[in-house]
Structure formats: C-alpha cells, structure tokens
C-alpha cells in the first residue's frame, strides 16, 4: 500500500504501485524513490511515516519525517528544527546507535528528511507492555547510552530531548542464551541494541551557543531546570537519562515522582519489590540532582562510577522507606531484653498563624512537610526543616472551605491532601501546584474525620450527619455508606486496608469490612463519647480515646480489650501509635499529652503542651518527631530527645 503526502488527504491509501494519490492527486513518491506505507507518528512540527526505498532491490525500510507546523506552531521554528535535525545527523555521520542520515530536501513545499529505519519497540512501549525494569536493564542501558551520548557531546550536540519514547530497543539483535540468563543484578543486554532517535531537538553547543538564552525545547517531564530556561548544557542530557532510569523502575511519570516541595524526586518510595542497589541509587541521585555543580559533568564521568559497580557480586538494597512498613521488627521482650523507648520531649518550635484552633495535624509521608487544619477555614503547609510557612491553602473566595477544617490526610504517596470541613465538604487538594482537585459532596452535616486507604485509592470520612463514607479517590464517588446512632468523631484503617474502625457519640466503636460495607463487630465498654481511634502499624491492636478521660486498648484478634490506660483528667481527644507500634500519644482536653508503652500499658511521659485542650496529633514517619494542635490556634513540634529502659 501506499500512504498519501497529503497531511490533509480524507482517503491517504493507495494501491500499493500507484504513483499519485487517487484521492487528491498528490505525488507519492519523495525524491522519485521513498514510498510511504503508513502513517507512524503526528506531532507537533509534522510526522513521520513508515517508508521503503524503492531504488534499492531489497526495498529496505526507512522513515520518512515530514515537517509542517500546526495549530499554533511558528512555520519558521518548524523549519528551523527541521534543517537542525537534518545537520545534526549529518554531522554525527554513522554511529550505530544514531539512526543514519539517508536523504534530506524539500518537495512541494513540504521538508523532508529519510532516516534509517530502526526495527524495535521504543522503551515507552517496552514499560507498558513488561512492567518496571529491574536493575540489571537499568545498567544495561547506561552501558548502552552513556558512550551515545559521549560521543554527540565530543561533538559538540546536546540531544535535548532524552526519554523513553525516544530510545528504541532493536529487534535484530540475539539476546544472551539460556545458559548466561541475567539476575536482577547483573546486565540482561550486553550488545549494544539501543537507538537514540528524534535529534528534532538537538542543539549545537558552541561556547556562544552556551552562553545564550535559547528557546526552551524538550519533553517538560525529562528536561532539567536549565534548560526550561533555554541554558541547556552537557549535563542536561544525563538528567534527561537519569530521570528515564527512575521512571522505568518506578513505572511512575515524572511529574508524579517529583516532590516540588523539596525540588527533588522522591523516586524510591515506588520501588515496589523492586529494590535497587545503593550503589546505583547514588549515581542516579547524582544524575537528577537540579544544580549544575551538583551533577555529572560528562557521560565519562557517569560511566566510571558505573564500571565501579560489581556486576556480579550482590549489593545492599535501597530499601522502601519506613513509611511504606506496616509491619513492625519483632520485639525484643521476645528475647527477654531490655528496650530503650522515647520519653523525655524537648520543643522544636511553635507556628502561631492560625486564628482559630487547630482541628487537625498531618506529616506527610516523607515526614518534612506537616498540615494543620483550623477553625479559621484554612490549611497551612509548614516546612519543618526551615520552620517556614510553605502557603496557606483555601485563603481565596472561590476556593477553599467555608467554614471550620476539622480533618486532614495525607494519601501515601504525599501528592494529595484531603480535608474534612464544617461545611460538610471534603475537598482534594493537589501538592504539587498547591491547587484544590475536587470537592466531594454528600455528608449532610460537619465531616470531623478523613482517612486514606492503605493504597490511597478510598477516602474514608466521618461525620456529625450520623455516617461514615467510603469514595473512590479517582472520581469522587460514593462507594458506601456506613451508619452509627450518634455523631462519627474517627475513622482509621487497618494496615491491610481491609478493616475500617470508627468512633461515634454513641460511646460505640464500630469495625467494618471495607469491601462489601458490612459491620463486623461492636466494641461498646466506653461509658462516654469515642473521640479518637487507631490501629497499631501491626493490625493487632485498636486504641481509642474517650470523654470519660480514658483510652483503651483493643486487641483486635480477639475482638476483646486488653486494658484501660488512666492519667489525663478530661477528654482523651486525639490517640496516635509511633511506626514501630511500641508508644501511643495522647492529647487531652486537660492540655497535656501522654506517651505509653503499649505493651505494659506504663505512663513513660506526661506534660503541658498547650494553654489549651490538646485536638490533635501526629507522629512523623521515622516515629522521632510529634506534631500537636490546640485549641490555643497553636501547632507545636515535639522531639524525642532521651530514652529509657523498659522490660517487655
């Protein structure tokens, strides 16, 4: 068959030996011997079909790359990119790795260049259709690509527009056989069978060219910071490749990966049974750092730390972060040895912006970023490292909550908050560009708590209006809907996410099975209102604070209590477990706060927080740091500064 030249053809198929096309009459042929058989890509600047040569007996493959701007596109920039590719392919001359300049002209009025076919799956396709690579694909590729890219830069080319589309596996190439199969450590592909296509973007680099703001080209997601201002360097071609690693082991984009907040990518809490050596986690950390000096200058640079790798031998592991481990080490009382537990608390700081209480606090997952949610409508977002008040979100008329937050959450990836207000509403809000998602409608009075699932795919919230609701975080939709007698206070989920506890006016805590909706059991030995629950990082044991003063602890095999903790004298408002499940803290409404042991059930620390009742509480992820919030409209930062011993 035959593809029309025609971008605006209606019928582009023609018989396979026609010379025009019988539906408009264009010409099918470029320069007289390249026939276009179908249609590739469209882009921005134009597109590229799939060719033959007709001039050749084989009628070997080739590409043909026909450039034309659309929409809103500058015709002169498409030129200009167009003559720059057919240069910069021209000038690399016949590198295997880079696809070979064939042809290069114009022809009614259209520009063209014929490149080497490459037969192969981009890696794009490759992830989509096999899942995240292991580390042994991921050395393989910088063996492949590094000395690529070495050899444009000798040549004075930065490529500018490194990623997963633009790097193709080819086909022709016998993989290792049976007996030399790859480990997850070792190099799956040593032949050098990766293309590096699309020069679209390349960009000569001489000394003026570099000193020179240019124009910002290059794939958003991949580009390194300077050249989003048009400074692209050397280097930005290995950040380019370096964030190309972490997405291929992470399947994650880009955009969901970096942590603006920090200017960084938090790429190794998605490392999902897919664990990566320290070794190779540095030098990637090194490729994708944002400053310049911080970064690998060259590719020789990037291979040597590479070659210093032992390919064969086994490397420690970068281990998920303490975030994403629900199930605790095994205590040491099980040895009968002694364990040293956090008691004594020095203050960090105080952020005294809020003007009405604060209802709620959470860290997020990587621990350095804390919410606060208040009666003045608003949410704060504090940096904890700088003590600094990152912004304050729904400060605006047209978005924001209108009356009180009362609750706050994370999802576990951090890039979403959710918040529970007064005015019934639960809204969404994005930490990325700090912009408010979606609202989420349906509670008929005041939400007073939210929680995400395990798997931050359901959004769990409480409410005055009597009921607990389980949405779907994609959507926004109602899944179901559970109900108590009295006012919902707390809601919590298991750490398996099968399991949702809730703490209700009706002195009742509830257990339900998250999947079908159903209540699966009652606790109901609370003589007052259930102002808070939790359940331990281990799903063994549920805690709950009350109005009468008092928290129990459940144990949640059994489905029977344990103990009563007694030493506040007023309402047990909020109850928290530290990551490791050995320490509860509590916050009262007589201000203090307490810390337990939760095996013994031993008073370790009590003070005087706040001026105020204690609402809210929080404990970082590496369980060191505890976060408070009071009626006072103050949040305080606690540390564990000693410890002492205690006999498990």
């Known amino acids: 068959m035959s593809y029309c030249l025609n971008p605006h053809c209606l019928g582009p198929q023609n018989p396979e030996q026609a010379n025009f096309c019988q539906n408009c009459g264009t010409k099918l042929l470029v320069a007289q011997r390249y026939r276009a058989i179908r249609l590739i890509a469209v882009g921005g600047f134009g597109r ?46 016949k590198h295997p790795q880079i696809p070979e300049l064939l042809a290069h002209l114009e022809q009614d009025n259209y520009h063209y260049i014929i490149q080497e076919f490459i037969d192969g799956q981009n890696l794009a396709q490759e992830l989509a259709e096999t899942g995240a690579f292991r580390e042994g694909q991921i050395r393989s590729l910088l063996k492949n690509l590094l000395p690529v890219l070495q050899f444009i830069h000798q040549g004075q080319v930065i490529h500018r527009d490194i990623k997963p589309e633009n790097i193709i596996r080819r086909r022709t190439l016998t993989l290792p056989s ?18 590096l296509v699309d020069f ?13 703001t240019g124009t910002t080209i290059g794939s958003a997601a991949y580009a390194a910071p300077e050249q989003t201002f048009g400074k692209a360097v050397f280097a930005s071609d290995l950040y380019s490749l370096g964030v190309t690693c972490i997405h291929l082991l992470t399947n994650i984009e880009p955009f969901d990966l970096y ?60 281990s998920l972060p303490e975030k994403q481990t629900n199930t605790p080490s095994p205590p040491m009382g099980e040895t009968g040895k002694l364990l040293t537990l ?12 809020h003007s009405g209480a604060v209802y709620a606090v959470a860290f997020s997952p990587n621990g350095k970023t804390l919410a606060s949610g208040s009666g003045d409508k608003t949410i704060k977002l504090w940096e904890l490292s700088t003590e600094w008040e990152i912004c304050t979100l ?6 924001g909550h209108s009356q009180a937050v009362h609750a706050i959450a994370f999802t576990p990836t951090g890039k979403t908050l959710a918040s529970g207000s007064e005015d019934k509403t639960i ?50 939709k109602e899944k179901h809907s559970l109900e108590h007698l009295f006012d919902v206070f707390s809601v919590a989920f298991s750490p398996d996410g099968n399991t949702l506890a809730s703490g209700s006016w009706d002195h009742m805590i509830r257990l339900w099975d998250v999947g079908t909706g159903q209540k699966i059991h009652t606790l109901d030995k609370h003589l007052f209102d259930v102002f808070s629950v939790a359940i331990s990082p281990d799903g063994t044991i549920l805690a709950s604070g009350s109005e009468e003063n008092t928290i129990k602890l459940w144990d949640l095999r059994t ?31 007589d201000k203090t706060i307490n810390l337990w042991d939760v095996s013994t059930g031993k008073l370790l620390c009590h003070w005087q927080a706040h001026s105020d009742s204690v609402l809210s509480l929080a404990m970082s992820p590496d369980g060191q740091t505890l976060a408070s919030g009071s009626t006072d409209g103050s949040v305080k930062i606690w540390q564990f500064r000693e410890k002492i011993h205690a006999e498990f």
């Not at 960084?264 to 070794?279: D, I, K, M, T």
């Not at 769990?460 to 779907?472: H, R, V, Y």
């Open 48 to 93: 590229t079909l799939l060719a033959e040569d007709g001039c050749k007996p084989s009628l070997p493959r080739c590409v043909i790359k026909q450039f034309y701007p659309q929409g809103q596109n500058n015709p002169r920039k498409a030129a200009e990119l167009f003559q720059q590719e057919a240069i910069r392919l021209e000038q690399l001359g």
């Open 178 to 195: 049976s007996e030399k199969q790859p480990t997850a450590q070792s190099e799956p592909y040593p032949t050098k069978d990766l293309v």
């Open 200 to 212: 679209g973007a390349a960009k000569h680099a001489t000394a003026t060219a570099l000193a020179k």
């Open 259 to 318: 942590e603006p907040l920090e200017s960084s990518f938090a790429w190794r809490y998605y490392l999902v049974n897919n664990p990566v050596s320290e070794e190779l986690g540095c030098i990637l950390d090194k490729m994708i750092q944002s400053s310049i000096k911080l970064r690998y200058q060259s590719a020789a640079e990037v291979m040597q730390a590479l070659s210093a790798i032992p390919s064969s031998q086994e490397t420690s592991s970068i």
């Open 342 to 353: 956090p008691t004594n608390i020095s203050l960090i700081t105080t952020f005294k912006k």
């Open 394 to 399: 729904g400060r605006s008329w047209f978005s």
């Open 427 to 476: 809204k969404l809000w994005s930490i990325r560009t700090l912009q408010e998602i979606r609202t989420i409608k349906g509670h008929a009075k005041s939400v007073n708590s939210v929680v995400f699932s395990p798997d931050g795919k359901t959004l769990a919230s409480g409410s005055e209006d009597k009921t607990i609701k389980l949405w779907q975080v994609s959507n926004g």
């Open 559 to 589: 489905l029977q209590e344990k103990q009563t903790l007694t030493g506040h004298t007023n309402s047990v408002n909020s109850v928290v477990f530290s990551p490791d499940g050995r320490i509860l803290a509590s916050g009262s409404k």
